[in-house]
């Protein structure tokens, strides 16, 4: 594919008309110098940014928990990972999914019992009013499906009351209803060892003084969540009795079923470490895969489970008193959107720099058949992951900002520039076999939305499927523009078709891998106006919704807790990396002159710090709504760049053709 010219990707108006002063214009500059200096300065010697990745409290939990299990729990690091679950405990009492969320029953009894393996003494202030909270929330039975079986491995929970993770599961076909393919990939990766887990049920013990006889209220009756609908009340029938017959075979299997099943469940999860940082390179599938391998006690797994606990601390994060636990690394994510800021800012495409970070980013493409291959079994071989190593699992929105960040560098070297051309080809095409038959695309797998799955009684992580979002597909949506193909194409139509169809009564749209609608909505509009075709009326909705969400300090913030309630939409504390989505969402409407995207730009310009980044102290990244929240440091550096760096082109960009193109010539 022949790399031509790239036009400026932003357009409207500036913040600053004829007769401004030239200060004002300064101070938009200077930020943007200083931003784009200070990322440059964090770039790692390789060429890649990473940035931390933190989550919540569940890590430290789970992290003692293995140390434990393992007969590490005396070691000095784990007694700081002890001290950091104190500091995040909340003003209520409790853990939470994030930062202010309120106390979450699985959260605080993990903490709880982390804390009391560790010795902190049951009658202790910060023990009691985690008990309190725990037993208000209805104590161990109101756990999920992972937390009791974790519970169940340490004796605390009995194995007979834990939700059926029978590992049958893996030998059923791909095409059969239910089987481990039609599950999300993520899911996939936890679910297989700790099907393991339940078939074999080890017990690992601890001191009397460390159990958690005291979080069992007074009775106990089984209830089962209320569903909404006809449908799901009926498919939360038909799976409570598919479990009821799997435990009933469960008391006397088939011995040689049972056998292949584990051995299966075994082989499946040691073919997965292959190429990846630990299996799913996140910590759940890690930590399961240890617990399984370890529990197993065959001496041959000895190697592969040090390997594990190996990776597991590559996560962890060590100071003087503290240690906490990342949930993975994020440098692909990273590194694309670093690049992509960077040039947004005029940093020279033929730069250095830019042409190291191009050179890291075309090392970590994919070379060999994953998990998606499953549902695309001739499909073409591409796309790139999220993580340093991890080639069962790209994903389509990694993959769309590495190649709509790729079409835009300038190498000069003719091979590097042919290694571009050829990956860029193979991301697209990776892309195209990618696409759902609504149109959209889900992140990990093709068409993983059958939305049943979800009333396993295992399945209470919110994460079963990966169906399609406006979010992923309208990143792709803007990659496969930028590769060169029209707006007019049927597979683009069907993309801008399934983005409209997800637009809300208010013009916002919803955000699943960040949060939330200011997240989904900034997107959307990105890739519609990215078409150059006519979407006036959802565009103007779309601004209409996030001007209406403006914060009396000019940014825009909004917390995880609108996942849950709806009535939170794109409100909360002002972030810089969420008033730099909105001010991205507001240019692309065409509303760059507007007061509201002159008050966001005040903001950022404010509040930036003396390195030339920004810091956000609320979360804005999601792992599993309403479950798992993220806070990707580089968030708050690279978007504002991004932001400002749009609102100073966007006049200059008005007049041009919204017409995406391949990498410029050098």
């Known amino acids: 594919m022949t790399l031509v010219d790239s036009p400026a990707r932003h357009s409207s108006a500036p913040l600053l008309r004829s007769g401004d002063q030239p200060s004002s214009v300064s101070a938009v500059d200077v930020a943007i110098d200083r931003a784009r200096r200070h990322l440059l300065e964090i770039q790692a010697p390789d060429g890649h940014w990473c940035g931390e990745l933190e989550g919540d409290s569940i890590l430290e939990s789970e992290y003692i928990l293995t140390m434990c299990f393992l007969g590490r729990l005396d070691e000095r690091k784990v007694a700081k990972a002890g001290e950091q679950l104190r500091r995040d405990r909340q003003k209520n009492g409790g853990w939470g999914p994030f930062p202010s969320s309120g106390a979450d029953v699985n959260a605080t009894v993990k903490a709880y019992f982390a804390l009391k393996l560790l010795g902190d003494c049951p009658d202790s202030a910060h023990m009691q009013e985690a008990r309190e909270v725990i037993l208000e929330l209805g104590g161990l039975p ?5 937390t009791k079986i974790y519970l169940a491995i340490f004796g605390q929970y009995p194995w007979s009351r834990c939700p059926a993770v029978p590992p049958e599961l893996v030998l059923f076909p791909d095409r059969a209803p239910v089987s481990l393919y039609r599950m999300s990939s993520w899911s996939r990766a936890i679910v297989v060892p700790l099907s393991i887990l339940w078939a074999i049920r080890p017990e690992c013990e601890i001191p009397e003084d460390s159990r958690l006889g005291e979080l069992q209220p007074e009775s106990f009756s089984r209830s089962w969540p209320r569903q909404e609908t006809l449908a799901g009340s009926m498919w939360s029938r038909f799976f409570r009795v598919a479990e009821w017959s799997v435990r009933l075979y469960s008391k006397a299997p088939l011995p040689g079923l049972r056998r292949r099943a584990i051995e299966s469940a075994r082989q499946w999860t040691l073919d997965h470490l292959a190429h990846s940082d630990g299996l799913g390179a996140i910590f759940p599938p890690i930590v399961n895969s240890i617990f399984a391998l370890k529990s197993l006690g065959r001496p041959e797994d000895a190697r592969v489970v040090d390997e594990q606990v190996g990776e597991l601390e590559r996560l962890e994060i060590e100071d003087d008193e503290t240690l906490r636990v990342q949930p993975c690394f994020s440098p692909v994510w990273d590194t694309a959107l670093a690049l992509d800021a960077l040039l947004d800012s005029g940093q020279d495409r033929a730069s250095s720099e830019l042409l190291q970070a191009t050179e890291w980013l075309l090392d970590r493409e994919v070379s060999r058949p994953g998990d998606w291959a499953r549902r695309c079994p001739h499909g073409s071989i591409g796309g790139w992951f999220f993580e340093y190593a991890n080639e069962f699992y790209p994903d389509s929105d990694d993959t769309a900002q590495v190649v709509a960040s790729l079409t835009r560098v300038a190498p000069t070297d003719p091979g590097t ?89 208010d013009g916002a749209w919803y955000g699943r891998w960040g949060c939330n609608y200011i997240y989904g909505t900034w997107l959307a509009m990105s890739a519609l106006r990215r078409t150059g075709l006519d979407f006036a009326d959802e565009l103007g909705a779309g601004a209409r919704w996030l001007t209406g969400r403006q914060n009396d300090d000019g940014g825009w913030g909004e917390l995880p807790e609108s996942y849950a309630d709806s009535s939170t939409r794109g409100r909360g504390p002002s972030t810089a990396c969420q008033t730099a989505w909105a001010l991205l969402g507001l240019i692309a409407a065409g509303e760059g002159e507007s007061e509201g995207v002159r008050r966001g730009v005040e903001f950022l310009l404010a509040r930036q710090e003396s390195p030339g980044d920004w810091t956000d102290t609320y979360w804005t990244g999601t792992g599993f709504p309403k479950v798992f929240y993220l806070n990707y440091h580089l968030y708050a550096t690279y978007f504002p760049l991004a932001a400002l760096a749009a609102h100073r082109d966007d006049r200059a960009c008005r007049d041009r053709p919204a017409l995406p193109s391949r990498v410029a010539e050098p």
């Open 142 to 146: 109101a756990c999920n499906s992972f």
């Open 417 to 505: 520039r042919k290694r571009v051309e050829a990956a860029l080809d193979r991301g697209t095409a990776w892309l195209l076999q990618m696409q759902n038959r609504d149109g959209g695309w889900g992140a990990f797998d093709k068409d993983c939305d059958r939305e049943f799955l979800t009333y396993i009684p295992f399945a209470d992580h919110n994460a079963m499927i990966d169906p399609a979002t406006v979010d992923v597909t309208s990143r792709v949506v803007e990659a496969l523009l930028a590769s060169g193909m029209s707006a007019d194409s049927p597979v683009v139509r069907r993309a801008i078709d399934f983005i409209r169809s997800r637009q809300e009564a």
